[in-house]
């Protein structure tokens, strides 16, 4: 089996010697967040977390992320939460990129290294511990649940990329394939958390224009991405957020697969905002 590495950003700050000039961009289609900037200083500390400090790299915001928030745990041994979420209905996802980490959702214990994904319903009592002599580094993808009449909440699902085969895209000969972690038909899921990756010289051949919001962390390599009407270098560390609509494609550049973690809401219709009350 080919051997998965799993970009992390380890903090520190630039020397003063360095150029300004980075790749960082900020428009009201795309954002691009590159791995230079995730430095000690642009952390946040979060309640009821021992150990712990987080690089937040989306937020719902007028004219940024709308649907979700995205952070990167660094968890020091010993460190970790008995109560780290704060917010009632809130789902989430953990994709470990480096170290060991003890999850228990529901009263069940699973440990998770670099490669672990586990999704954590919506109201689920959970708790994360580093009980490892080394730092854990993991994404953390929270979103507010979208209930709808008959249909169940999901259950919890724990489980590492080495064990979930990817799937080919079609006509691509395997250029092109997305991991996913839970089945696609199954409705319950508002959100999806994929791993796409494309071998040297593999494309997205068109520009994707579609309903559904991006978060994107690349995990390995590198490529020149599409977004909206740019071009943008983009390489391991990287993130980049995508609006609705917003034209994206890729081209992967190598020497070796171009790999990202992927965030994107799924399955249900579109929300109208609340009538206002008619006047008189």
């Not at 919890?156 to 972690?181: H, K, L, Q, S």
């Not at 959100?191 to 994707?208: S, W």
């Not at 490529?223 to 909206?228: C, D, F």
Request: aromatic share 12%; charged share 20%; net charge negative.
């Amino acid at each position: 089996m080919t051997k998965r590495t799993y970009y992390a950003p380890e903090g520190g700050l630039p020397p003063q010697t360095q150029l300004l000039t980075d790749r960082a961009m900020f428009t009201d289609a795309y954002a691009v967040i590159p791995k230079g900037t995730m430095s000690d200083i642009v952390t946040s500390f979060l309640p009821f977390w021992e150990g712990a400090r987080f690089w937040i790299l989306s937020r719902p915001l007028s004219g940024f992320a709308e649907t979700f928030s995205q952070y990167v745990a660094e968890v020091q041994p010993g460190g970790g939460s008995d109560r780290p979420e704060t917010e009632k209905g809130v789902e989430a996802v953990l994709f470990v990129v480096d170290g060991r980490v003890s999850i228990t959702i529901g009263g069940a214990t699973h440990e998770m290294e670099a490669g672990g994904y586990a999704y954590i319903p919506p109201g689920a009592e959970w708790r994360l511990r580093n009980r490892s002599d080394g730092v854990a580094r993991f994404h953390w993808i929270r979103k507010a649940y979208r209930s709808v009449e008959g249909l169940d909440a999901p259950d919890a699902v724990v489980t590492n990329e080495n064990d979930v085969a990817p799937t080919p895209m079609p006509d691509t000969d395997g250029a092109w394939a997305t991991t996913r972690f839970v089945d696609p038909a199954d409705l319950r899921h508002d959100m999806h958390v994929t791993i796409v990756t494309f071998q040297p010289g593999g494309v997205i051949p068109f520009a994707e224009t579609h309903v559904m919001e991006h978060g994107l962390y690349v995990l390995e390599g590198k490529a020149v991405y599409r977004l909206n009407q740019d071009w943008v270098e983009v390489e391991a560390g990287d993130y980049m957020w995508l609006r609705a609509f917003c034209p994206q494609a890729c081209y992967a550049g190598g020497p070796g697969p171009f790999r990202y973690l992927l965030y994107k809401d799924v399955n249900r219709h579109m929300p109208f905002p609340a009538l206002r009350a008619p006047k008189g």
